[in-house]
């Protein structure tokens, strides 16, 4: 997999990201000096957090932020469409996928956010996908809380009312398929709502370490 972002802010020079298989590699160019990191994406954890204006990915183990993205530059669509792909990038490569693996792999959440909504399989598979994984009760509030502040969109409100559910209910599976089913209504909004909700799409993929 390649995925390329470039961002630019003007009189600070541009950042450059791109995704080559299980690295990212990041170029940031400013007008006195160029710096060049390679990441590996095994470190990651793919649940980044919303800070002010930028998007954050921490390491596993790490106290700080390893990678800062300005958020929707160059544009919402663009920043969107490259954060999902990296989360799943980093899933695929936790799971231990070769690129050619991957491929095979369902495209679950982030394979078409701004295309159809995804489809899971049929009811059965997928409360077996979802029994028994660990839902954080304050992770949901925060996912909240983001909504009903960045996103004023009257399509999110049965989302909202299904997270609130399985905040206050997280073992209870019908709510978590509730979870599921609004966010497939979403439709275009979804790259919106797992910006300032990320937690939605490390909550809605495989564990990527193998955990519940």
């Given at each position: 997999m390649t995925m390329k972002l470039v961002q630019k802010r003007f009189l600070k020079g541009t950042r450059e990201f791109e995704i080559i298989n299980d690295v990212?590699?990041?170029?940031?160019?400013?007008?006195?000096?160029?710096?060049k990191?390679?990441?590996?994406?095994?470190?990651?954890?793919?649940e980044p957090i919303v800070n002010?204006?930028?998007?954050?990915?921490?390491?596993?183990?790490?106290?700080?932020p390893l990678l800062s993205l300005l958020m929707d530059n160059p544009s919402a669509d663009e920043f969107?469409?490259?954060v999902v792909?990296?989360?799943?990038?980093?899933v695929q490569v936790s799971n231990g996928f070769?690129?050619?693996?991957?491929?095979?792999?369902?495209?679950?959440?982030?394979?078409?956010?701004?295309?159809?909504?995804?489809?899971?399989?049929?009811?059965?598979?997928?409360?077996?996908?979802?029994?028994?994984?660990?839902i954080r009760p304050?992770?949901?509030?925060?996912a909240?809380?983001?909504?009903?502040?960045?996103?004023a969109d009257e399509e999110i409100k049965p989302l909202l009312a299904a997270l609130k559910a399985l905040k206050d209910d997280p073992e209870n599976e019908s709510c978590m398929e509730q979870v599921v089913d609004a966010f497939n209504d979403l439709g275009i909004v979804q790259g919106a709502v797992l910006t300032y909700a990320p937690y939605l799409s490390v909550l809605l993929m495989d564990d990527p370490y193998g955990e519940n």
């Open positions: 990212i590699h990041v170029r940031i160019k400013t007008p006195f000096k160029e710096e990191i390679t990441l590996g994406l095994s470190v990651l954890d793919p002010n204006a930028c998007v954050e990915f921490y390491g596993r183990a790490e106290p700080e969107n469409q490259f792909a990296l989360q799943q990038q980093i070769t690129d050619s693996e991957a491929d095979t792999q369902p495209a679950g959440i982030a394979g078409n956010v701004f295309d159809e909504p995804p489809e899971f399989d049929e009811p059965e598979s997928k409360r077996s996908k979802y029994l028994g994984k660990s304050a992770r949901l509030e925060e909240i809380q983001m909504l009903e502040q960045y996103v």
